[in-house]
């Protein structure tokens, strides 16, 4: 299963929906060690609407964004790789701690999220 969370490049490469993607990606494989796998929460549903608000959005925001997305792609990375390491005896992975951070990923994909649409809204 560790073959799906694979280093992504910084943001300040073209491929920061990439970073999205890998984003969302070790969300849906946390999601299947919890109780909710399909979490209605989780922001950029739809990656054309976060990339048109993000086309829209000034330099600043767009770097702000960034920025915010390879915090969040090390953290769901890191989570991760740290709950396979942690599984027990039976090869499970602590659902608490899979709880944790699945619902640290949807509360920080909602700020980036916000950032994008606020910044375009007028």
């Known amino acids: 299963m560790t073959a799906m969370i694979q ?19 070790v969300h849906a494989l946390v999601g299947q060690w919890t109780a909710c ?14 990339r048109g608000a993000y086309d829209r959005c000034l330099p600043m925001t767009q770097q702000r964004f960034g920025a915010l997305t390879d915090q ?18 039976r090869g499970d992975v602590p659902s608490a701690a899979a709880e944790r951070l699945q ?3 949807e509360k920080r994909a909602v700020t980036l999220y916000r950032l994008v649409k606020l910044s375009t809204s007028n």
Do not use: Y
């Open 103 to 105: 619902r640290e990923i």
């Open 72 to 89: 969040l792609c090390a953290i769901a990375r890191a989570g991760a790789l740290h709950l396979l390491g942690s599984k027990d005896r």
């Open 37 to 50: 796998p399909e979490s209605p929460a989780f922001a950029w549903q739809d990656p054309a609407v976060i």
């Open 7 to 25: 280093p992504v490049a910084s943001t300040e490469s073209p491929d920061l929906f990439g970073a999205l993607s890998t984003i969302e990606t």
